[in-house]
């Protein structure tokens, strides 16, 4: 099994100089100190890295295209990246374009379904998109948390790097068999890819392993010798399972160099290194990023800001510090302050308050405002973007007991995803369902329910009851809501409506200001109705 020295203090030894992993200590200076403090960094491959990265050097990170959108389990990598950027290296995000329709083993029980051509290829597209924004606003909005209290810049305001996205179907995708063979077979040795703990598992699982995704580590460490020969890069980043795969780069890097037998303790300086962080999961066990099963998503329309304010909001307080830290760009020392508020007052959750706004607007940014979360010392004046802004009201709609205070036409535009600024574009999809007022007033609960798509099938989702493709999602809809009002689970503008009540209908008094209603079902089913 490959060594794992996370949380670790002493090195542990082994022949090849490629496969010498270095404990992290925290004497260094540099961004690898900052990852270190912030609980971030699992391995490295090389004491050396510590003085490399005293130096601007180009980091890279590979990203798999398996679904159109990243996810919150991308994000403590990605933000990774950004701290390297921070600190005046050069990125390159890597999107798998040819890898992408392998996919990758590392810590798969089972061979990935593949991808068509056609569903590969709007992945690349749209992640490319995705990354491109994220880590150019991302930039700024780090530097305005990492700024000293005086305003003048501290040790993170170094000349950042530049930014690059590449896409290794640029290289693999015209590469031929022979060509491969003659160029990648011969620099990799068999007995140290079966030695890779991906590999192992998956040997001696009932399920095997695919000679494609056996060969899945060479495309990986040829992408990072093309990128080493192209841009200099010399540091991959990945989480903790990707250490193999990150070795088997830097030995091709150093046979490439050196010579094929140049794999010899001590030999040669090394030439290339990795950084891995760590896997994050749960205190229940599960991978972090997914919510009852189901990924919460980067993109807006598949998650909205609200479902991601919801997702970190509902952190526990045991894993709270440990998230601020990584999923925030706020100086550490100013964390601690934050926790001191949080366990005088428990009960007001402000740390995961900041972790949520924080979160989202790093993921959702826009058009700028300037406001106080509830409950948040004054200290932590927060500027909420769009899609933040959007969370905190849809937060205050579905969960406040007296709607009627704080139904106004700015909460109504912002769960309608309008940018604060008249002059921007929103791309944060509306929160509000928009139903004809001559309709519906005066018709039973249950069809308004439908009508706006409170209850939905897992293969109708976000659809709305007029766009409903399928007579047996239609027929599961109507099941759950009327299981809703026979169970008396079923609320109207933060009421519970009486039990077996299906003849109740929604009349003018009903309507808060502007036409307004709110259903819901249970604690995480919810739907703004304006009625117009």
Same mark, same amino acid.
């Given at each position: 099994?490959?060594?794992?020295?996370?949380?670790?203090?002493?090195?542990?030894?082994?022949?090849?100089?490629? !496969?010498?992993?270095?404990? +992290?200590?925290?004497?260094?200076?540099?961004?690898?100190?900052?990852?270190? $403090?912030?609980?971030?960094?699992?391995?490295?491959?090389?004491?050396?890295?510590?003085?490399?990265?005293?130096?601007?050097?180009?980091?890279?990170? #590979?990203?798999?295209?398996?679904?159109?959108?990243?996810?919150?389990?991308?994000?403590?990598?990605?933000?990774?990246?950004?701290?390297?950027?921070?600190?005046?290296?050069?990125?390159?995000?890597?999107? *798998?374009?040819?890898?992408?329709?392998?996919?990758?083993?590392?810590?798969?029980?089972?061979?990935?379904?593949? @991808?068509?051509?056609?569903?590969?290829? /709007?992945?690349?597209?749209?992640?490319?998109?995705? =990354?491109?924004?994220?880590?150019?606003?991302?930039?700024?909005?780090?530097?305005?948390?990492?700024?000293?209290?005086?305003?003048?810049?501290?040790?993170?305001?170094?000349?950042?790097?530049?930014?690059?996205?590449?896409?290794?179907?640029?290289?693999?995708?015209?590469? !031929?068999?022979?060509?491969?063979?003659?160029?990648?077979?011969?620099?990799?040795?068999?007995?140290?890819?079966?030695?890779?703990?991906?590999?192992?598992?998956?040997?001696?699982?009932? +399920?095997?392993?695919?000679?494609?995704?056996?060969?899945? $580590?060479?495309?990986? %460490?040829?992408?990072?010798?093309?990128?080493?020969?192209?841009?200099?890069?010399?540091? $991959? @980043?990945?989480?903790?399972? $990707?250490?193999?795969?990150?070795?088997?780069?830097?030995?091709?890097?150093?046979?490439?160099?050196? #010579?094929?037998?140049?794999?010899?303790?001590? &030999?040669?300086?090394?030439?290339?290194?990795?950084?891995?962080?760590?896997? =994050?999961?749960?205190? /229940?066990?599960?991978?972090?990023? &997914?919510? %009852?099963?189901? /990924?919460?998503?980067?993109?807006?329309?598949?998650?909205?800001?609200?479902?991601?304010?919801?997702?970190?909001?509902?952190?526990?307080?045991?894993?709270?510090?440990?998230?601020?830290?990584?999923?925030?760009?706020?100086?550490?020392?100013?964390?601690? #302050?934050?926790?001191?508020?949080?366990?005088?007052?428990?009960?007001?959750?402000?740390?995961?308050?900041?972790?949520?706004?924080?979160?989202?607007?790093?993921?959702?940014?826009?058009?700028?405002?300037?406001?106080?979360?509830?409950?948040?010392?004054?200290?932590?004046?927060?500027?909420?973007?769009?899609?933040?802004?959007?969370?905190?009201?849809?937060?205050?709609?579905?969960?406040?007991?007296? =709607?009627?205070?704080?139904?106004?036409?700015?909460?109504?535009?912002?769960?309608?995803?309008?940018?604060?600024?008249?002059? +921007?574009?929103?791309?944060?999809?509306?929160?509000?369902?928009?139903?004809?007022?001559?309709?519906?007033? *005066?018709?039973?609960?249950?069809?308004?329910?439908?009508?706006?798509?409170?209850?939905?099938?897992?293969? %109708?989702?976000? @659809? !709305?009851?007029? /766009?409903?493709?399928?007579?047996?999602?239609?027929?599961?809809?109507?099941?759950?809501?009327?299981?809703?009002?026979?169970?008396?689970?079923?609320? =109207?503008?933060?009421?519970?409506?009486?039990?077996?009540?299906?003849?109740?209908?929604?009349?003018?008094?009903?309507?808060?200001? #502007?036409?307004?209603?709110?259903? &819901?079902?249970?604690?995480?089913?919810?739907?703004?109705?304006?009625?117009?």
């Amino acid at each position: 099994m490959e060594p794992s020295l996370i949380c670790s203090t002493r090195l542990r030894p082994t022949p090849p100089a490629s !496969s010498r992993f270095f404990a +992290s200590s925290a004497s260094c200076q540099n961004v690898l100190n900052e990852l270190e $403090q912030r609980g971030m960094l699992a391995d490295i491959t090389s004491r050396a890295a510590r003085t490399h990265v005293d130096r601007p050097a180009t980091v890279y990170l #590979g990203v798999d295209p398996s679904a159109s959108s990243l996810h919150v389990g991308n994000l403590l990598a990605l933000i990774g990246l950004l701290h390297f950027r921070l600190h005046g290296h050069n990125a390159i995000a890597l999107i *798998g374009g040819a890898t992408g329709a392998i996919g990758d083993p590392s810590g798969r029980s089972s061979e990935r379904n593949a @991808l068509s051509p056609e569903v590969l290829d /709007a992945n690349v597209k749209g992640i490319t998109n995705q =990354l491109t924004t994220f880590l150019d606003r991302g930039v700024a909005f780090a530097q305005s948390r990492t700024r000293r209290r005086d305003g003048s810049a501290g040790d993170e305001a170094k000349a950042q790097g530049t930014i690059k996205v590449e896409n290794n179907m640029n290289w693999l995708g015209g590469m !031929s068999l022979l060509e491969f063979l003659s160029k990648v077979g011969k620099m990799a040795r068999v007995s140290t890819m079966l030695s890779r703990e991906s590999v192992k598992s998956r040997l001696d699982s009932s +399920s095997g392993l695919s000679f494609t995704e056996f060969s899945y $580590q060479l495309l990986q %460490a040829y992408d990072f010798l093309t990128l080493h020969r192209q841009h200099n890069c010399t540091i $991959q @980043l990945g989480g903790s399972d $990707q250490l193999g795969n990150i070795v088997s780069g830097i030995d091709m890097i150093r046979r490439s160099k050196f #010579g094929v037998d140049a794999i010899e303790a001590g &030999k040669e300086d090394d030439p290339a290194f990795g950084v891995t962080f760590p896997l =994050l999961t749960t205190a /229940a066990g599960e991978k972090f990023g &997914k919510s %009852a099963g189901n /990924a919460v998503w980067l993109d807006p329309g598949m998650t909205s800001p609200f479902d991601l304010y919801q997702f970190f909001l509902r952190t526990t307080d045991e894993e709270v510090e440990k998230y601020l830290k990584i999923f925030t760009f706020i100086r550490v020392i100013e964390l601690q #302050g934050i926790m001191q508020d949080h366990k005088a007052q428990p009960s007001n959750r402000i740390a995961q308050k900041v972790l949520a706004a924080e979160a989202t607007e790093l993921i959702h940014g826009g058009a700028y405002l300037r406001a106080f979360l509830v409950h948040t010392p004054s200290r932590l004046l927060l500027p909420i973007a769009e899609g933040l802004r959007q969370a905190l009201a849809a937060t205050q709609l579905f969960y406040s007991s007296d =709607l009627s205070s704080i139904i106004n036409a700015d909460l109504i535009a912002a769960l309608d995803g309008q940018a604060a600024s008249a002059s +921007s574009t929103s791309t944060i999809p509306s929160l509000l369902v928009r139903l004809p007022r001559a309709d519906f007033v *005066g018709q039973v609960v249950e069809k308004v329910a439908l009508a706006s798509g409170l209850f939905t099938s897992r293969s %109708a989702s976000r @659809l !709305s009851f007029y /766009a409903l493709r399928y007579v047996a999602d239609f027929l599961y809809c109507v099941a759950q809501a009327r299981k809703a009002i026979e169970a008396g689970t079923l609320q =109207l503008n933060g009421t519970k409506l009486p039990a077996k009540n299906h003849q109740r209908t929604i009349g003018e008094a009903d309507l808060l200001e #502007g036409g307004l209603l709110v259903l &819901k079902a249970g604690k995480s089913v919810h739907k703004a109705i304006l009625l117009e």
